[in-house]
C-alpha cells in the first residue's frame, strides 16, 4: 500500500521548459491537492481537486494546470517554467475535504535555472 | 499580518524537558485546526488534529483557545526523536483550503 507516490523525485529544468509532475494514490480518497514549499513559507496551495472531475484553484495557481485523470491521478503541469517556479511541491490526498486528514506524497525538488 | 503564524525557532531543548509552542490564525470563522510534523526534507504528517476541549495521544497535548485565537502544542518529556519542524494548519472559509503556518523548528539535545 503505497500511499500516494510522485514522480519525478527530482527535477531541473530551463527557464521556459514545460513538465508534468505526476501524482496518485491507492487510498480512494475523494480529495487531492497540489502544494508548493519554499523556505520561511508555509505550504501553499497551487490547485486542488474536491472530487473526480472538479478542478479548482489555490492560492497561488498562476503559472500552472492540473488535470484530474480520473480518482486516482492528479497531475501538475508547468507549462514554461520559471525561476520563481523553483520549490517542493508536494501532492496531498484527503477522504473529504478540510476536515479530514491530509495525506502527503514524499515531494518533487525542482529547479529552474 | 499572515492569516497563521509560528515562531519560527528552533526551540532548543534538552531530552527529557517540556516545550510548548503555539500558532496563531487570523480568521475567526476557522473551524478545522491541525498539528502537523515535518522531519528534514521529509513530507508533512499528522501529529494531531486539535478539538474545541483540547485533546491529548500520549506525550501530545494539543489546544484551541478561540477567544485568543491561537492553537498550542505541548511535548512532555521529549525525546531526540521528537526533533522536527512542527507546522499548523487552520481551515479557511472554503472547505477544501487550509492554510499553513511556515512552521517551528524543534531540536532535542542530549
Known amino acids: 500500500n503505497a500511499g500516494v507516490t510522485q514522480t519525478p523525485k527530482f527535477q531541473v529544468l530551463k527557464t521556459g521548459q514545460s513538465m508534468t509532475l505526476q501524482c496518485a494514490q491507492d487510498?480512494?480518497?475523494?480529495?487531492m491537492y497540489w502544494y508548493r514549499q519554499d523556505p520561511g513559507m508555509g505550504l501553499r496551495l497551487i490547485y486542488y481537486?474536491?472530487?473526480?472531475?472538479?478542478?479548482d484553484k489555490g492560492e497561488v495557481p498562476n503559472g500552472y494546470n492540473v488535470s484530474r485523470l480520473n480518482k486516482r491521478e492528479f497531475s501538475l503541469r508547468l507549462e514554461s517554467a520559471a525561476p520563481s517556479q523553483t520549490s517542493v511541491y508536494f501532492c496531498?490526498?484527503?477522504?473529504?475535504?478540510?476536515?479530514?486528514?491530509?495525506?502527503f506524497g514524499p515531494g518533487t525538488r525542482l529547479t529552474v535555472l | 499580518r499572515k492569516e497563521v503564524e509560528q515562531d519560527p525557532g528552533p526551540f532548543n531543548v534538552p531530552e527529557g524537558a517540556t516545550v510548548a509552542f503555539n500558532c496563531t490564525y487570523s480568521?475567526?470563522?476557522?473551524?478545522?485546526f491541525f498539528w502537523y510534523r515535518q522531519d528534514c526534507r521529509k513530507e508533512p504528517k499528522l501529529l494531531m488534529s486539535v478539538y474545541s476541549s483540547g485533546n491529548e495521544d500520549g506525550r501530545f497535548t494539543a489546544q484551541l483557545n478561540r477567544a485568543s485565537q491561537y492553537i498550542s502544542l505541548l511535548i512532555r518529556d521529549s525525546k531526540l526523536s521528537d526533533s522536527a519542524t512542527y507546522l499548523c494548519a487552520v481551515n479557511t472559509k472554503s472547505n477544501y483550503q487550509l492554510i499553513w503556518g511556515a512552521g517551528t523548528k524543534l531540536i532535542i539535545k542530549p
Open positions: 487510498m480512494n480518497h475523494n480529495s
Open positions: 480568521n475567526s470563522a476557522s473551524q478545522s
Open positions: 481537486s474536491a472530487s473526480e472531475g472538479t478542478t
Open positions: 496531498a490526498i484527503s477522504q473529504a475535504g478540510t476536515t479530514d486528514t491530509q495525506y
